[in-house]
């Protein structure tokens, strides 16, 4: 078995770096990977399209505060045969008009129950709670890229593995040949050479097709082809230090807890509007109208007129008390989805930290799987060449060795994907953290545009 190079723990990991770019002027790097995401995730942008959405409750809602005006006008023909008279006089009137008319009504609300603002503080709280539904969106995108870039580094480390060992089983199969026909070794170590060859190009093609599905997640969630991809590392230092300050900190900052504590606000508040169907409402109108030719005998006519009205709600059927009962309800289970969420959110804290530290030894474990194996293959080589090891023992060796590679390549991805993993958990995976080179999205900036606004149709980019 002499003459055949095995790969040692350096040379591989020489592999793997020279694969994940050692040449970072032209690599694509996690973090830039990350912006794209950011930037051109179609689901992302439709989220944030959501939000702008949202923002449009608010000034639906102050416009109770504001006035109701309306412009009326009216035109048309009539004739007229009027007779008309008392004891001995009479007049008959004939003709043809053209009534017409215009007119204009205010109407302002000046009471009604408190509705129009609990409305407007209840879509305030629904924007932030869309804002917070943003927040968690962002995290899952960042987390998805993150994973699939750490997923191609992985998938393309294991087919260099996978060829690597197909060629030294080329080599192997060969020599074993070779000593066949000297008589050194039988037709059995012949035929166990060429299954474990087999074995090896069919792990080379599963590892092959797998690279390919990971390369097209790549493209769909990146936005680009996977090319020169520099190697990733863990965000272990945006981390809390500890389990207990993590839990706490998921608590507080976790996109789903804030939404869900959002959505008890809006709930509380939709109490209060349908409460305040039970109040009277006071308005005010005035109003203001120039006639011509209404009548033959009245050419022109002018009138003006400002009311104040006051309308208490007596029973309307019982569907109002049924409304608050029902948005009381609605409320009570806000309060216990809450929870539900806290306990969801402790528990992908606890999980992901778990992860994360098994994943920091099983780095280490592997590292040492490798180098234990590599001078195992060495040994059962060297034993081979003086008759005390078969074959199979070497073929064995190489493919234990195979694993032990595999199992490494697995390692370090898993360990940078639980570091994503935990800051996600704990509500701190954004652009800000990372600490990105890209432009944050402020979904702030289209709500005070929109929020005072009191007549246009176009959106705030001119659409």
Do not use: C
């Given at each position: 078995?002499?003459?055949?190079?095995?790969?040692?723990?350096?040379?591989?990991?020489?592999l793997?770096?020279?694969?994940?770019?050692?040449?970072?002027?032209?690599?694509?790097?996690?973090?830039?990977?990350?912006?794209?995401?950011?930037?051109?995730?179609?689901?992302?942008?439709?989220?944030?399209?959501?939000v702008?959405?949202?923002?449009?409750?608010?000034?639906?809602?102050?416009?109770?505060?504001?006035?109701?005006?309306?412009?009326?006008?009216?035109?048309?023909?009539?004739?007229?045969?009027?007779?008309?008279?008392t004891?001995?006089?009479?007049?008959?009137?004939?003709?043809?008009?053209?009534?017409?008319?215009?007119?204009?009504?205010?109407?302002?609300?000046?009471?009604?129950?408190?509705?129009?603002?609990?409305?407007?503080?209840?879509?305030?709280?629904?924007?932030?709670?869309?804002?917070?539904?943003?927040?968690?969106?962002?995290?899952?995108?960042?987390?998805?890229a993150?994973?699939?870039?750490?997923?191609?580094?992985?998938?393309?480390?294991?087919?260099?593995?996978?060829?690597?060992?197909?060629?030294?089983?080329e080599?192997?199969?060969?020599?074993?040949?070779?000593?066949?026909?000297?008589?050194?070794?039988?037709?059995?170590?012949?035929?166990?050479?060429?299954?474990?060859?087999?074995?090896?190009?069919?792990?080379?093609?599963?590892?092959?097709?797998?690279?390919?599905?990971?390369?097209?997640?790549?493209?769909?969630?990146?936005?680009?082809?996977?090319?020169?991809?520099?190697?990733?590392?863990?965000?272990?230092?945006?981390?809390?230090p500890?389990?207990?300050?993590?839990?706490?900190?998921?608590l507080?900052?976790?996109?789903?807890?804030?939404?869900?504590?959002?959505?008890?606000?809006?709930?509380?508040?939709?109490?209060k509007?349908?409460?305040?169907?039970?109040?009277?409402?006071?308005?005010l109108?005035?109003?203001?109208?120039?006639?011509?030719?209404?009548?033959i005998?009245?050419?022109?006519?002018?009138?003006?007129?400002?009311?104040a009205?006051?309308s208490?709600?007596?029973?309307?059927?019982?569907?109002?008390?049924?409304?608050?009962?029902?948005?009381?309800?609605?409320l009570?289970q806000?309060?216990?989805?809450?929870?539900?969420?806290?306990?969801?959110?402790?528990?992908?804290?606890?999980?992901?930290?778990?992860?994360?530290?098994?994943?920091?030894?099983?780095?280490?474990?592997?590292?040492?799987?490798?180098?234990?194996?590599?001078?195992?293959?060495?040994?059962?080589?060297?034993?081979?060449?003086?008759?005390?090891?078969?074959?199979?023992?070497?073929?064995?060796?190489?493919?234990?060795?195979?694993?032990?590679?595999?199992?490494?390549?697995?390692?370090?991805?898993?360990r940078?994907?639980?570091?994503?993993?935990?800051?996600?958990?704990?509500?701190?995976?954004?652009?800000?953290?990372?600490?990105?080179?890209?432009?944050?999205?402020?979904?702030?900036?289209?709500y005070?545009?929109?929020?005072?606004?009191?007549?246009?149709?176009?959106?705030?980019?001119?659409?």
């Open positions: 078995m002499a003459g055949v190079k095995v790969l040692t723990g350096a040379a591989a990991a020489a793997l770096l020279a694969f994940v770019g050692s040449t970072p002027v032209l690599a694509e790097t996690i973090e830039a990977s990350l912006v794209r995401a950011y930037q051109n995730n179609p689901q992302l942008n439709a989220q944030r399209a959501s702008r959405v949202t923002d449009e409750n608010v000034p639906q809602a102050l416009s109770g505060y504001r006035p109701r005006v309306a412009v009326t006008a009216s035109a048309g023909y009539q004739y007229s045969d009027v007779l008309s008279g004891a001995g006089a009479t007049a008959h009137l004939t003709g043809a008009q053209v009534p017409r008319a215009v007119g204009a009504t205010v109407t302002q609300t000046l009471f009604n129950g408190q509705q129009t603002a609990n409305r407007t503080r209840a879509a305030e709280g629904q924007v932030s709670s869309a804002r917070e539904g943003l927040r968690v969106l962002e995290q899952s995108v960042l987390l998805a993150a994973t699939i870039y750490m997923d191609y580094l992985r998938d393309a480390a294991i087919v260099e593995v996978q060829k690597s060992n197909t060629r030294v089983l080599q192997t199969l060969k020599q074993t040949r070779d000593r066949f026909n000297v008589g050194e070794v039988t037709r059995t170590d012949v035929a166990q050479s060429e299954a474990q060859l087999a074995a090896g190009r069919t792990q080379q093609l599963t590892a092959e097709s797998n690279l390919t599905t990971t390369r097209s997640n790549f493209r769909r969630i990146i936005g680009i082809e996977p090319n020169a991809l520099a190697a990733g590392s863990p965000v272990d230092r945006f981390l809390p500890t389990l207990p300050g993590a839990i706490d900190l998921g507080t900052e976790n996109p789903n807890v804030t939404a869900s504590m959002f959505g008890i606000d809006v709930s509380f508040l939709n109490v509007v349908n409460e305040g169907a039970l109040f009277p409402t006071v308005t109108q005035a109003s203001a109208q120039q006639a011509y030719e209404q009548t005998s009245v050419p022109r006519q002018f009138s003006a007129a400002a009311v009205q006051v208490v709600p007596i029973y309307q059927g019982g569907a109002e008390y049924a409304l608050i009962r029902q948005s009381k309800e609605t009570a806000q309060r216990l989805a809450l929870e539900q969420v806290r306990d969801q959110t402790r528990a992908s804290v606890v999980q992901a930290w778990g992860q994360l530290q098994a994943g920091k030894a099983q780095v280490s474990s592997a590292q040492a799987q490798v180098q234990a194996s590599e001078i195992a293959l060495n040994g059962v080589r060297e034993e081979a060449k003086a008759g005390q090891r078969t074959t199979l023992d070497v073929l064995n060796a190489q493919q234990a060795l195979v694993n032990a590679r595999v199992a490494l390549v697995t390692a370090q991805h898993d940078v994907v639980a570091s994503y993993a935990v800051l996600n958990a704990v509500g701190r995976l954004s652009p800000t953290v990372l600490k990105l080179s890209t432009t944050v999205y402020d979904p702030s900036v289209h005070h545009q929109v929020r005072d606004s009191w007549v246009g149709v176009r959106t705030p980019d001119g659409r």
